[in-house]
């Protein structure tokens, strides 16, 4: 345990480090700004706090995606977004504020007498047409502090650096003025389905605003645009002709809107930034055959202007939808601890975020509505497609948002292995090696975890089916099911040397806590034959489960310590026994009360500053497990202090990458991984 002197020492440095505006609920490592798909993911990392306007926003794997935005208030001009750097003379807008909520990032500047405030709105949606809309807003909403009216202008571009992993290539755009401003912006050499360092090399980049009142947009060189509003309050309409290299002279896309004169009241402009792919997946079907698959929304809009078109006159009802997600999520997870309301909103843009919604054509070139199938990026990890042991720890944000998405993300795997193309008798791992090429494993060569696989799988199967009521995948795959279940009947009360989920820890024999899930599992099936009408089947499943629960019990013992071990017979160490977690969540009351007690007691006395280690090898931890292994401990004292925990860790500045899950419970600074949906797993509490 830390010493209290050192702790209180490490905040003392903190407090001075804090940033100078108020922060609410507290500054995290990197904020979300426009995050609504793998490929538009757009934040500002913080450290100890960096301004809207002190830094460049980047992709969450860090290359910048610029942003940029002047107010011009009485001829005086701010920058309040951004880090531009041009000849003509501006001052910087102070920030005075920032918060965040599930779903926005709120800044308050104050530039001279007006106060700017800027709304980054990534829309969490239940309709799956809004839900696989892959667009974000910005409000930029002005207010005169000084009781007096002022004549305020502004302005924003991005870059073409939101297009391509690579500023060589290169780039060709045009501007749609119709009831929107749009700047579409394309490669000329678009590479469909591939990627460059994690951004997609084809789609089109759109910056859009309404084409209502006093607005002017320009194409050209970043210092001419910018320099060009900085002089003149406004943009020439005018397209750059010479297509080049995103870095070439840099290219950006300007807009820009008149307020008039502003008063108290808030006058305000409003941007939309997208990037639309088609199609957006590629699927292996029986046969060989490779399905492309589009984004959801194409039932319903045709091109993309109307889409965007639709979705900038939605902002008040996007906005209402929004608000009430908030106040939800932070009425919901304040009942549990104050610290857990801002863990679970930092998460949610994040792990929704890292996901597309599909579907495909018929035969006949029509949606097909009824073949919805929702991928997963395995951010940062290794970019593999629909990851099982990715989307499980993510799977409580699908239970608490819309049950339906977590079956349309299992539905890809059960289709393809019920299609006889996959070799192996267990699970497999991921459906692609390389996002958004979901071309499957024909060799059975994948990242093997058979007994965290087959659990997986028959956990969330289950998990998804009784909270949407809806059978009919249980039904579909039940073989598939069944020979997994046979896989863990003879594969998980004694677990070969394998890997765990946690795959960066290494390989190990006889471990506790994956037997747990392969029980769980076992049970799970149990309830799913039942289901079936398989009565037999499932009073003998259910047997078998309850029987290797009593048996894993000697196994899993430690003879020197009141926990669980680690490994079968490795009495000295110990481990997040996170997997108990399918038995809380499906309330089989399978492992006895006796197993959860001691391990609350256990975890009591083994809490470093920033949390519980994941495993006696190593001092990090994981935060989704760490929440997860919150939600079976039966002390909310020690429920509470894994939330503080790690609350602490994702508030104390020493880091400035996306939501990170894997990190240090000593130093509290970031060990490996960004930006992962696993990050869902933090609503774990929220659905027991
Ligand atoms: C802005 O005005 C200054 C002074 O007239 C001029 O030197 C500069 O070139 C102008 N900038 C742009 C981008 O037109
Ligand atoms: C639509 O997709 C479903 C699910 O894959 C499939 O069963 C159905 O045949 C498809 N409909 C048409 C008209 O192709
Ligand atoms: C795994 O545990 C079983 C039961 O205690 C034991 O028989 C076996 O030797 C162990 N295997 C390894 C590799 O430690
Ligand atoms: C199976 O069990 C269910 C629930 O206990 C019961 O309603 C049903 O009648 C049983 N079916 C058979 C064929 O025994
Ligand atoms: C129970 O299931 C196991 C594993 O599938 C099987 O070997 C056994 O024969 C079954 N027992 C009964 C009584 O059906």
Redesign the pocket.
């Known amino acids: 345990m830390r010493s209290q002197l050192f702790a209180t020492a490490v905040y003392a440095l903190h407090a001075l480090a804090a940033p100078s505006w108020t922060t609410t609920p507290f500054n995290p490592p990197s904020i979300p700004l426009a995050v609504r798909s793998p490929y538009l993911s757009a934040w500002l990392g913080q450290g100890q706090g960096t301004a809207l306007n002190g830094a460049w926003s980047t992709f969450w794997a860090g290359q910048t995606a610029a942003w940029t935005g002047f107010v011009k208030v009485d001829g005086e001009s701010y920058s309040f977004l951004g880090a531009p750097a041009v000849p003509e003379s501006f001052l910087q807008a102070t920030q005075k504020s920032f918060e965040f909520t599930s779903t926005q990032s709120i800044f308050v500047l104050s530039a001279g007498p007006v106060d700017v405030t800027v709304t980054f709105l990534s829309p969490i949606e239940t309709d799956l047409v809004k839900l696989s809309t892959p667009l974000s807003y910005m409000d930029v909403s002005v207010a005169s502090t000084d009781g007096a009216s002022h004549s305020v202008e502004v302005y924003s571009d991005i870059s073409a650096e939101w297009l391509s992993g690579s500023d060589n290539w290169n780039v060709q755009w045009a501007t749609t003025t119709t009831d929107i401003l749009s700047h579409a912006i394309q490669l000329t050499s678009p590479a469909v389905y591939e990627e460059i360092d994690d951004q997609t090399q084809y789609g089109t980049v759109y910056y859009s605003i309404l084409n209502s009142g006093k607005v002017t947009y320009q194409i050209g060189q970043d210092i001419l645009v910018r320099g060009g509003f900085l002089n003149n309050s406004a943009l020439d309409n005018k397209v750059d002709p010479n297509f080049r290299a995103v870095s070439d002279s840099w290219p950006v896309f300007g807009l820009a809107k008149n307020l008039g004169s502003v008063s108290s009241t808030p006058a305000s402009v409003l941007f939309s930034v997208g990037h639309i792919r088609d199609p957006v997946v590629e699927y292996i079907l029986p046969g060989n055959v490779k399905q492309a698959r589009s984004s959801y929304f194409w039932s319903k809009y045709s091109t993309a202007a109307e889409l965007i078109s639709f979705f900038l006159n939605d902002y008040s009802s996007a906005l209402a939808t929004a608000n009430t997600l908030d106040a939800k999520v932070q009425s919901d997870a304040a009942k549990i601890s104050p610290d857990y309301p801002g863990i679970v909103a930092l998460s949610i843009r994040q792990s929704i975020g890292a996901n597309e919604l599909t579907i495909?054509?018929?035969?006949?070139g029509?949606w097909?509505?009824?073949?919805v199938m929702l991928f997963m990026k395995e951010i940062s990890s290794d970019g593999n497609l629909n990851t099982v042991d990715v989307m499980f720890p993510a799977s409580p944000i699908f239970l608490y948002l819309l049950p339906e998405l977590g079956q349309y993300v299992l539905e890809p795997l059960f289709?393809y292995q019920a299609s006889g193309l996959y070799p192996n008798k267990w699970s497999i791992h991921d459906m692609g090696a390389h996002y958004p090429k979901g071309l499957g494993h024909p060799d059975g060569l994948d990242e093997a975890m058979p007994v965290v696989q087959c659990g997986n799988m028959l956990i969330m199967s289950l998990a998804f089916a009784r909270k949407t009521g809806d059978n009919s995948q249980l039904i579909r795959y039940h073989a598939l099911l069944d020979q997994w279940t046979q896989y863990l009947i003879s594969d998980s009360l004694i677990p070969a040397n394998q890997l765990s989920t946690d795959d960066f820890a290494g390989t190990l024999a006889n471990q506790t806590n994956l037997a747990i899930k392969g029980i769980v599992g076992i049970r799970a099936m149990a309830e799913i034959s039942q289901i079936l009408g398989n009565n037999a089947t499932a009073a003998n499943y259910s047997a078998i489960a309850g029987d290797y629960v009593t048996k894993w019990q000697v196994y899993s013992a430690s003879t020197t310590g009141a926990h669980l071990t680690l490994a079968y017979g490795e009495s000295a160490t110990w481990g997040l026994s996170y997997n108990l977690f399918g038995d809380v969540l499906l309330g089989f009351n399978l492992f006895p009360a006796s197993v959860y007690e001691e391990q609350t007691a256990w975890y009591k006395t083994v809490f470093n500053q920033y949390g519980v280690p994941l495993d006696t090898r190593h001092t990090y931890t994981k935060s989704d497990w760490s929440i997860w292994t919150s939600a079976i401990v039966t002390d909310t004292t020690v429920r509470d202090q894994f939330i503080t925990s790690l609350k602490g860790y994702i508030s104390n500045g020493l880091n400035t990458v996306p939501f990170s899950d894997l990190f240090d419970t000593i130093t509290g600074q970031v060990v490996g991984f960004q930006a992962r949906p696993v990050v869902g797993g933090h609503l774990a509490l929220l659905v027991i």
Do not use: G, P, Y
């Open positions: 495909s054509k018929t035969a006949s029509k097909n509505t009824s073949d289709r």
